[in-house]
T-cell receptor, first 115, second 109 residues
Framework: EAGVTQFPSHSVIEKGQTVTLRCDPI?????LYWYRRVMGKEIKFLLH????????ESGMPNNRFLAERTGGTYSTLKVQPAELEDSGVYFC?????????????FGPGTRLTVL | AQRVTQPEKLLSVFKGAPVELKCNYS??????LFWYVQYSRQRLQLLLR??SRESIKGFTADLNKGETSFHLKKPFAQEEDSAMYYC???????????FGPGTRLSVLP
């Protein structure tokens, strides 16, 4: 089992461009979470999918960020247009169910650099 | 609002010395508390959670509701313990984590 995978591992773009990050959760995991750590700050929650539905998107910073999870499998996070302050590491995590013992498994992260 | 604080950005100890990484939280309800660890070039992984009350890799953490703390302790640090440690709070099952800023532990030979 590869675990949670994310693509790309690193992306460098210019301000104003568009970037799409992808996350493949562990097979069978209905819950998928996006987090990010911007420079010098703590890891912050962005949103939570249960299958293809957005359960909680309270952490999305603004409407430049769009997350999708078509078919309830992989998820994409698009930033359009990217700004300098979007630079950071974007993590994805998945869990099997929303029960007491559920564990969130994290992906390796995508490092986004906006120039 | 929920908040997790870790007062030390960097903690250096010598091999064999005891180590304590501090974590305090603010939350009006009954949260779940976790410690996550990220070793160099590896992904974030769960170290332990307060509900399981177990010791992992020699680390323990006790939830103190009176002091709203969940400090991570190990009696004898090893060099392989060097990593970034994050304390995290979860309000309810299946909900997202609120992370602290992290403490980088460096265990010196």
């Amino acid at each position: 089992e590869a675990g949670v995978t994310q693509f790309p591992s690193h992306s460098v773009i210019e301000k104003g461009q568009t970037v799409t990050l992808r996350c493949d959760p562990i097979s069978g995991h209905d819950n998928l979470y996006w987090y990010r750590r911007v420079m010098g700050k703590e890891i912050k929650f962005l949103l939570h999918f249960v299958k293809e539905s957005k359960q909680d998107e309270s952490g999305m910073p603004n409407n430049r960020f769009l997350a999708e999870r078509t078919g309830g499998t992989y998820s994409t996070l698009k930033v359009q247009p990217a700004e300098l302050e979007d630079s950071g590491v974007y993590f994805c995590a998945s869990s099997q169910e929303a029960g007491r013992n559920n564990e969130q498994f994290f992906g390796p992260g995508t490092r986004l650099t906006v120039l | 609002a929920q908040r997790v604080t870790q007062p030390e950005k960097l903690l250096s100890v010598f091999k064999g010395a005891p180590v304590e990484l501090k974590c305090n939280y603010s939350y009006s309800g009954s949260p779940e508390l976790f410690w996550y660890v990220q070793y160099s070039r590896q992904r974030l992984q769960l170290l332990l959670r307060h509900i399981s009350r177990e010791s992992i890799k020699g680390f323990t953490a006790d939830l103190n509701k009176g002091e709203t703390s969940f400090h991570l302790k190990k009696p004898f640090a090893q060099e392989e313990d060097s990593a970034m440690y994050y304390c995290a709070l979860r309000r309810n099952y299946g909900q997202n984590f609120v992370f602290g800023p992290g403490t980088r532990l460096s265990v010196l030979p």
